[in-house]
């Protein structure tokens, strides 16, 4: 079964109001075990031939979109196999290929919900077992014989259904019981026992986990095909199951939740929280409350990838207005957050957190007061233009977020400390003259902010 490599690039913020482009995508394996080249369950075709450069016949899907779907519903083991290897293949696409027979969603009707099963059935049993529920230690009465918390199962169950008096009472009950209950062994409770019948052992885990993540990693690569956006962006169900694997991203398999997260991320631009609340289907309550949250959590990840990317999706989320009765009310915790990436060495941490601050800082007023007066928010930015950043797009949007800044009359007692920083770099950085002298001609020109700019330059 094809599997991903486990590096995952963080992508640079998009930040604009137009649609936003798509995530880079890693070079995909190719190992010999890793996809099947035939699309038989039977034919073997040449190791020359695996890898994600082979190319799929166009009619493949039309020929067999049935056949994909009941393979992914049959829960069989070669089936499921299949099924997944031949649409990881389908999906499948190098970053800078122009395939023009991909194949959307569209075209193979119940592909989606298949696949968003394969994941529920690993979510299904997703729960580590050293958070399952363990049976209590009793303790009372254990020196009994019968007390209804002790051992009166071995007591009652075992061939002498009283113990022998000369064995004698108190913790020698005790040690008998416990000899007793080495020796034999309680069948009335074996299918309580984890790996019991109705219970998969290591192995079966591991491969519906495998199916799981391989699922995840199909559903992504669908979400960069653009014939796929409106299908996905409005699918219920798709978006309750990344929603739910991003929020328990501490116990769930990390690829699963990249995968997930990643998806959120390409559908974001068209992506309406409202659809929790909406009358279609609901497999997974969720709500909007809940999915803000759950981002905000990956916000607060230490994990590179899982940070940028959340910080990329507030940003993208914000642009449609529907959204910001959600987002807004966590607007603190994110301004402190994105605020505390802008600080952070990598480049690309830098440019999730400008793209967001960007969009949020167009937004109202509320947002743009409340990020001024958040502290070294202005500081951050400031050096992020006079480092630079490696990204020149990057640097024009910080100096855009100062630009709305210094537009609120409110900030402008902020803002004067910096006016000779401002003014550096008006004579220092041609690109960016024209932003600086706006800035200063809002921080300065105003008639009723004469004495205020007095005590800025003079420092009364």
């Known amino acids: 079964m094809q599997k991903r490599e486990q590096g995952k690039q963080g992508g640079a913020s998009s930040g604009s109001a137009t649609p936003a482009p798509k995530r880079g995508r890693p070079f995909g394996s190719t190992s010999s075990n890793a996809a099947a080249a035939s699309f038989s369950a039977d034919a073997v075709a040449p190791s020359t031939l695996l890898g994600p450069s082979l ?38 696409k190098e970053k800078d290929e122009v395939r023009k027979d991909a194949t959307p969603l569209a075209k193979i009707p119940g592909l989606l919900d298949a696949l968003l099963q394969v994941i529920d059935d690993w979510r299904d049993i997703a729960l580590p077992r050293e958070l399952v529920r363990t049976p209590r230690v009793r303790l009372l009465g254990a020196n009994s014989v019968v007390t209804g918390f002790g051992n009166e199962y071995e007591a009652l169950n075992s061939i002498n259904a009283v113990p022998n008096p000369s064995i004698g009472s108190g913790s020698s009950v005790t040690e008998f019981s416990g000899q007793k209950s080495t020796t034999r062994t309680r069948p009335s409770q074996w ?129 449609n207005p529907d959204n910001e009765p959600f987002i807004l009310p966590f607007g603190p915790q994110i301004y402190k957050r994105l605020v505390d990436l802008l600080s952070f060495p990598a480049v690309d941490a830098q440019a999730a957190a400008v793209g967001a601050l960007y969009n949020l800082a167009e937004v109202n007023m509320d947002c743009r007061l409340k990020l001024a007066s958040e502290r070294w928010a202005v500081d951050r930015l400031m050096k992020l233009i006079k480092t630079p ?46 932003t600086f002298a706006r800035i200063l001609y809002e921080l300065t020109s105003r008639p009723s902010n004469k004495v205020a700019t007095a005590r800025g330059v003079w420092g009364m």
């Not at 799929?56 to 519903?73: C, E, G, P, Y």
């Not at 959120?264 to 999915?291: G, Q, W, Y």
């Not at 609120?408 to 041609?430: K, V």
């Open 389 to 434: 950043h490696p990204i020149p797009e990057v640097c024009r949007k910080a100096a855009i977020i100062l630009e709305n800044l210094v537009s609120e009359p409110q900030n402008r007692a902020l803002l004067l400390p910096y006016e000779n920083a401002f003014a550096e770099i008006l004579f220092s950085e041609g690109r960016y003259s024209d």
């Open 55 to 92: 190319q799929v016949h166009s009619s493949f899907a039309d020929q067999n979109n049935k056949r994909i779907v009941l393979a992914l519903q049959s829960g069989l083991k070669s089936e499921l196999t299949w099924a997944l290897n031949t649409l990881t293949l389908l999906s499948f």
């Open 191 to 319: 299918w309580l026992a984890e790996d019991g019948l109705f219970n998969l052992d290591d192995e079966g885990r591991v491969e519906k986990q495998q199916c799981a993540v391989a699922a995840s990693n199909i559903v992504r690569n669908f979400s960069f095909m653009p014939e796929n956006e409106v299908i996905m962006a409005q699918h219920r169900h798709l978006l309750e199951t990344v929603f739910q694997c991003i929020e328990d991203h501490i116990t769930e398999d990390e690829e699963l939740v990249t995968n997930a997260l990643e998806t959120v991320v390409n559908l974001a631009p068209l992506l309406d929280l409202r659809i929790f609340s909406s009358p279609k289907p609901s497999f997974i309550k969720i709500t909007e409350k809940r999915a803000v949250q759950a981002i905000m959590g990956m916000l607060g990840s230490s994990v590179r990838a899982w940070h940028c990317a959340a910080a990329e999706l507030l940003g993208r989320l914000i642009i």
